[in-house]
């Protein structure tokens, strides 16, 4: 085995999986809470603030790993395993706050936000920097 | 080309996407035969659990995607591939058995945890051994 | 860092994070247009048309990220992110059109259909490729 290979970033993405699992789980429980069985996805509203919570998670999963390993890749692993911490945090605070109130969910949503912007912006010059010094022969930094 | 690269990890990857797509155009046809246009996602009960038993898998998707590479990658390519096989049965186990009757998703619904906690200890396995062998030049295993 | 690095893909990925991302904050401008608050996700037709067409991306990016890595990696760097690129401006006619009428996505996906078959053929290639050289000491091409 490689001892060159993205530890962080694999610890990180594990991390994160494993919350969105428990999203699921939590998904589950408030099933049962409210008597809701499979398929159906429509109930109270606290089912349903519970129930998007987790789809919000799923829709900017994909998101969150694309950026988490390019910017760990192409421009800092120890920084990008920063960011996606405070990303898994911050779907943490999203989640259990979406739960209590609609409005609650937002202060998570703005860290989210940021964690991604953070990473978006480390990727964008990791692609840059790596493309100068693989085409052009000089770099950005 | 490099003769390194995780070929049945790629291989499993690869079926496990045509899986989900294949997943999707059977909600397709259950929308021809049940005469439900998108964008409605609500209808008859067998539509509604066909629809679900697609969107479960969507939902779960990156969670296998992330713990099959970092298994297949971190720990053991063969074990975590045939961890990976399980899973796209499992998957198919699940589905058909969701569109019968909401019970008979239950069996698949276990094997697809399985399956996933097998390649969740083997990733946590690796990447604590993949940390040791890095940051403390020992080894776990 | 390596001057290795597959800098196509990755650019290509991260657009195509950031145009799933923009997609999500359109839905996000219909919710405010129609004064549909979270959590609940239906309402007028076109509330209902914008909300299913990211879903839709959503459905299908990890289908389109394995595909697109797996080409690049295993195959051709350049033809899989050139095949990226078309699905990139796809999914863009998928949602605009879709928006409009539910019937006006349909250009849009057969091109989605067809930027990931293209993808699916090369992957498949290189898979069988890497096999057969790998382990057969052979070679397709």
């Not at 699921?24 to 089912?47: D, L, Q, Y």
């Not at 603030?49 to 890749?73: C, D, K, P």
């Not at 202060?107 to 989210?112: A, I, L, R």
């Not at 936000?113 to 010094?133: Q, R």
Request: aromatic letters at 14%; one cysteine or more.
């Amino acid at each position: 085995m490689s001892s060159d290979l993205p530890v962080f970033l694999a610890a990180v993405s594990l991390l994160s999986a494993l919350h969105l699992a428990f999203q699921a789980r939590r998904v589950g429980w408030s099933r049962m809470k409210h008597k809701i069985m499979p398929p159906t996805v429509t109930g109270p509203p606290e089912f349903e603030r519970t129930f998007r919570a987790h789809q919000n998670s799923v829709e900017m999963y994909s998101i969150f790993l694309v950026v988490l390993w390019i910017s760990g890749i192409f421009c800092n692993e120890v920084l990008a395993s920063l960011g996606g911490l405070l990303y898994i945090v911050s779907r943490e605070m999203y989640f259990t706050g979406y739960i209590r109130e609609s409005k609650k969910r937002l202060p998570g949503f703005f860290s989210v936000l940021f964690a991604l912007l953070f990473l978006t912006v480390m990727a964008t010059i990791g692609i840059i920097n790596s493309f100068m010094n693989k085409y052009l022969n000089t770099r950005l930094l």
